[in-house]
């Protein structure tokens, strides 16, 4: 892990996040890149009053990012950081995948409101669609976190072919803490499955990762981000992580995200990771997936 992106409107959910990046890039050498989307009035070239008035407002606009972001760096968790400060003009969000290809970006940080907080510019529903549709791993953040340190995670899966292809990425930011994996499988309703064949695929599972710092759970519960959220709680984890179908459209519409109501409710940290696209657009109900 050598490049994390974190898109920042200032607010203090997004210096919850750029605090907890910095931590990890402390601890990882990493680069840090801090990213901030700005939104400045367009203007003819004329000699208007509107047009100078809002050169005049794009001016002022300019500096006070500058200012804040002189203001970000000098926290003092920001000692000892390799960071730097990316400013730019587009959409948000095609602005955060546009900078994480182009840097080849290994982790995403955003911050989270969850259900309180959509009218934030990086909150809510980009927060979302990052976390839904972007190539490398992302971990939202609600809380401060002095010094982020995780030793207990609720690693949830279906723990099919998906899972197993796709866990390296989560793997390889876990072990950076050395954690504790809490694997699970949540059944609903919608889908029985037997306690030998769910324990047989988490075994597998097991033994391809050869894991040996873990738990394993099989939670019945009525829905899915149910399950995942009693277990965190009930385990006192540090941090949730688990794997997303990115599903748009009518997949999306019709299955629902799994992930987003996770990292809408769960007060700890969640790590997500965007799998390969369904190869047909009618998944079982069962998918523990978004």
Request: hydrophobic residues 40%; charged residues 25%; aromatic residues 10%.
């Amino acid at each position: 892990m050598k490049k994390i992106l974190v898109p920042t409107d200032f607010s203090e959910c997004a210096e919850h996040a750029v605090e907890v990046a910095a931590s990890i890039a402390r601890k990882t050498d990493a680069r840090l890149y801090i990213l901030h989307v700005m939104n400045i009035p367009v203007y003819d070239r004329n000699d208007s009053f509107q047009s100078y008035s809002d050169a005049a407002e794009g001016i002022f606009w300019m500096k006070l990012v500058k200012k804040r972001f002189k203001e970000l760096f000098s926290k003092p968790f920001m000692k000892n950081v390799n960071a730097i400060e990316v400013l730019q003009f587009d959409g948000v969000y095609d602005t955060i995948a546009q900078q994480a290809n182009e840097h080849g970006i290994d982790l995403i940080v955003m911050g989270s409101h969850g259900d309180s907080g959509a009218h934030e510019v990086f909150i809510g529903s980009n927060t979302e669609k990052v976390v839904r549709l972007a190539d490398c791993p992302v971990l939202t953040v609600k809380h401060r976190h002095e010094e982020f340190d995780i030793k207990n995670v609720v690693f949830a899966s279906n723990f099919l072919g998906e899972a197993k292809e796709n866990f390296e990425r989560l793997f390889s930011f876990i072990k950076l803490f050395d954690a504790n994996i809490h694997l699970l499988k949540v059944i609903t309703p919608d889908h029985f499955e037997s306690t030998a064949y769910t324990e047989d695929l988490m075994q597998e599972f097991i033994d391809e990762w050869k894991l040996t710092n873990y738990t394993t759970h099989i939670y019945n519960e009525r829905t899915i981000h149910a399950g995942i959220h009693a277990v965190a709680d009930r385990l006192n984890a540090d941090m949730i992580a688990m794997e997303t179908h990115g599903r748009t459209g009518f997949s999306r519409f019709v299955y629902g995200s799994h992930t987003e109501s996770v990292v809408n409710h769960a007060d700890i940290p969640v790590l997500s990771v965007r799998i390969q696209e369904l190869k047909k657009d009618f998944a079982p109900f069962s998918d523990l997936h978004d």
